[in-house]
């Protein structure tokens, strides 16, 4: 029986419990039963498999072999039942088991829409199934007992009651109802997930996961000994670096699972404490399911947690499989809890996976779809369109990295704002400083923003504003708003309710005080700041910095520290979203001490990732190279800081850093002659005609995961995966490649018939890098090109395009 509500229409298993569901690229195969809860027993993305139309039990068919031993799609650690394995605290749980199904409903978008398609399956665990034996749920002492005896009559009686067509689940004795929710936009091989949570009655959980895979390695004929796991490490001016190794060398060790059945408590794990949310580690993973038969990559799946506050991630061993476990915060590792009942609901954050056939390249170009498709529906939810197809197109100035660090003054701004017009940028950012009128105080003096009274003369920051105006640029401030100096006025004007507090006092991080956004007082502070930059000044553009960092969160109006922060960072995205309602137009870059959060929570809805704070130009190369696992290339801040004293090849390097992403200008452009004004000119004019082709194409590493390390990188642009065959055949790629010592050429894979011809530094021009001779290409076979170096006394680089066909140039 088919049946809708509110717009959707209901999914019902067939005879043998299952049900399939997706958009017509990624497939997901579900499994209920009367004494287990709903498991994903397959799942396909783009290239796996032919998928179908979900509500047809054979669909199983489109999605490959079940899956043995699934996972459940859902975990939910309480307090008084906790889980089923001492070793397994977050994977086994006692609640997530005792769920049964109780109905599926799915809503699909229509054509251009960016509204997504939606699962929503619910299911349910009365109390008797929960409750240790004879003893009340809110007894905290009561130990957990195996219910696996309790009466289930109730579970019956709400599918009887689903299976009559009843929409609203009535629970006659209350009982923990569990939603977990699946989006799809059209067209892509990705999946956006979270979990609702509710009971009537006091239920204290503990941790709640967003995304339970269960990786469907029986189909794709993968085993975990062959597999490969991918992760990102981060610390500040050493962002983006990417690691790979055998699932076998790391922590998922080999047990042998016949002398020892059972889950493994082998696990990889990652996590993040506080509000850098990418500080330490990369909130995102990918795993590389390889078949032992033939040692070729059968498919990958990446994932990535999209939050700035606390999370978790692991990759754990099944009796068989794998499974990809996400959360947000948790009690484990980050204190948080909470108390359902009496109208406390909870929403877990949302974690997006994506999946393809292939390598671990696949899963990253088909992310980079997610991502865009995330940036594209919060615009619309916001009402920003226009201003979002406009922005993307931006080139800006700032007056911050290896230039002024921090200290503008009239003096040295007004011949920058003229340099920084000749390159033809579009936004001029006035960096940190800007407020300071006691020589150095701006650390812990920040918090009133309002503009300094003695470093821009007669000026003033409104002369200043308007003189970047009169040169064809756009005002931008680096602004810090979640912060307030101990040293501030601001800290004795506002109430401790605007602060985050612990034990009783305020948090204080290296002399500054966290706003806590929860609070009205905190939000009006910070709203009134930008509203006044912007009319007063005609800032459209600001710099969002986050330097300091609340550690586990506010135990002030929270069940838990942990639950403070959390409630803290969602209130600070509302805030965002507020901000973007009233202010369509401004440009904002996210920034916390250079990448230290860039999460998909915030950049969602932001314009700009910086990518690092990383002055020396060698280094940040390693950092661009790496940078397309993580961020959108269109949303990759890469400074570009070439100076008049650098040599030919360091300019070229630094700049070919950013000319792929987001070229993020910097340096003493006024300084520069008139070859390497040329130089930073052409950089632009390559970067406008890239942004121009960014939407249809994806990262590339043609020469495999780059080494931070490495003497060679070498990391491009291509065609993405949902691009018509024929339209890409005609769609340029592009690769930036660095040599920073070593050999004198690299050997990457490229196809066979593309003309590959340097684009950066312009071989038509070479007065503008006179000592930077062009590389060489020579195709060694028919899938392998060897590019040289030109100068190996000195590190170098150069930008390529690979075009398909063009009579002109010769294919080589």
Not at 137 to 154: E, I, K, Q, Y
Not at 267 to 291: C, D, K
Not at 639 to 653: F, I, N, P, R, S
Request: charged share 25%.
């Amino acid at each position: 029986m088919v049946y809708q509500r509110d717009g959707m229409t209901a999914v019902a298993p067939a005879t043998d419990g299952r049900f399939t569901w997706g958009n017509g690229v990624v497939s997901m195969a579900f499994a209920t039963a009367a004494d287990e809860p709903v498991r994903l027993v397959g799942v396909t993305g783009r290239g796996m498999a032919a998928s179908g139309e979900s509500g047809a039990a054979d669909e199983i068919d489109a999605v490959g072999a079940a899956q043995r031993d699934p996972r459940p799609i859902v975990e939910v650690h309480a307090a008084n039942t906790g889980s089923n394995d001492n070793r397994l605290a977050l994977i086994a749980t006692v609640a997530g088991a005792r769920l049964r199904f109780v109905e599926a409903w799915e809503s699909r978008s229509a054509d251009g829409s960016v509204e997504p398609y939606r699962l929503y399956i619910t299911q349910y665990a009365p109390y008797n199934r929960l409750r240790p034996a004879g003893r009340p749920m809110g007894d905290v002492d009561s130990p957990v007992v195996d219910c696996s005896d309790a009466d289930t009559d109730s579970d019956a009686a709400v599918r009887d009651r689903h299976t009559d067509g009843e929409a609203v689940l009535r629970d006659t004795d209350g009982g923990l109802v569990v939603t977990s929710v699946f989006e799809a936009y059209p067209g892509l091989s990705a999946v956006r997930t979270y979990t609702m949570v509710h009971s009537a009655q006091p239920f204290p959980i503990e941790a709640v996961s967003s995304l339970n895979l269960t990786l469907p390695m029986d189909a794709g004929k993968a085993t975990v000994d062959a597999s490969l796991l991918y992760w990102g490490d981060s610390a500040w001016a050493v962002e983006n670096d990417w690691h790979c190794a055998p699932l076998r060398s790391t922590a998922v060790r080999d047990r042998n699972q016949t002398i020892n059945p059972g889950e493994s408590s082998s696990r990889f794990a990652l996590s993040s404490a506080s509000t850098w949310s990418t500080g330490v580690h990369q909130p995102a993973g990918i795993v590389e399911a390889v078949s032992q038969a033939d040692a070729e990559p059968s498919f990958s799946v990446m994932w990535q947690i999209e939050h700035n506050g606390a999370w978790e991630w692991e990759v754990g061993e099944n009796d068989p499989g794998l499974h990809v476990t996400a959360f947000g915060p948790e009690y484990q590792d980050h204190h948080w809890e909470t108390a359902l009942g009496e109208g406390n609901d909870f929403t877990s954050v949302p974690v997006s996976f994506a999946l393809a056939a292939g390598d671990w390249q696949q899963a990253v170009a088909e992310m980079t779809l997610q991502r865009r498709a995330l940036r594209r529906a919060k615009a619309a939810e916001l009402g920003r369109e226009s201003a979002f197809t406009h922005t993307q197109g931006l080139v800006v100035y700032n007056d911050y990295m290896n230039t002024l660090f921090g200290d503008p003054r009239l003096d040295k701004e007004l011949p920058l704002i003229e340099g920084a017009a000749k390159t033809g940028a579009d936004v001029f950012c006035i960096d940190a400083g800007w407020y300071d009128s006691t020589e150095g105080g701006w650390w812990d003096m920040v918090g009133e923003w309002e503009p300094s009274t003695n470093r821009f003369g007669d000026f003033g920051l409104a002369g200043l504003a308007q003189t970047i105006r009169d040169h064809g640029m756009g005002l931008g401030l680096w602004l810090e708003p979640e912060v307030i100096g101990v040293k501030s006025p601001l800290a004795h004007t506002l109430p401790d309710e605007a602060f985050f507090t612990r034990h009783g006092v305020r948090v204080c991080d290296s002399g500054r005080y966290l706003l806590d956004f929860r609070s009205a007082a905190a939000r009006d502070h910070v709203s009134r700041t930008v509203d006044r930059l912007i009319d007063e000044f005609g800032a459209v553009f600001f710099k969002f910095d986050y330097n300091t960092v609340p550690g586990t969160g506010t135990d002030r109006d929270a069940e838990s520290v942990g639950g403070g922060l959390l409630a803290h960072c969602r209130a600070y995205l509302d805030w965002l979203d507020d901000l973007r309602r009233r202010h369509p137009d401004v440009m904002i870059e996210n920034c916390g001490s250079g990448a230290m959060r860039a999460d998909y929570a915030q950049l969602s809805r932001l314009d700009l990732q910086s990518t690092s704070d990383q002055c020396d130009p060698l280094i940040y190369a390693a950092i661009a190279a790496g940078a397309g696992l993580t961020i959108l290339p269109e949303q990759q801040g890469n400074w570009g800081y070439a100076q008049q004293e650098m040599d030919d090849e360091t300019a070229v390097l630094t700049l070919a850093a950013g000319v792929l992403g987001r070229l993020y200008l910097s340096g003493f452009i006024n300084r520069m002659d008139e070859s390497r004004l040329g130089l930073v000119r052409d950089a632009v004019a390559l970067h406008r005609r890239v942004l121009d082709e960014q939407q249809r194409l994806v990262p590339w590493w043609p020469a495999g995961l780059p080494a931070f390390d490495g003497d060679w990188l070498v990391s491009g642009l291509l065609a993405a995966p949902n691009e018509r065959r024929d339209a890409a055949d005609d769609i340029a790629s592009y690769l930036t490649v660095w040599r920073r010592g070593g050999e004198p050429f690299v050997d990457i894979a490229l196809p066979q018939g593309r003309v590959v011809r340097q684009i950066f530094p312009n071989p038509e021009r070479p007065e503008h890098a006179p000592d930077a001779a062009p590389w060489t290409v020579e195709r060694l076979d028919a899938h392998v090109v060897r590019i040289h170096a030109s100068d190996i006394a000195r590190p170098s680089a150069r930008i390529f395009a690979v075009m398909p066909k063009y009579p002109k140039y010769c294919a080589i």
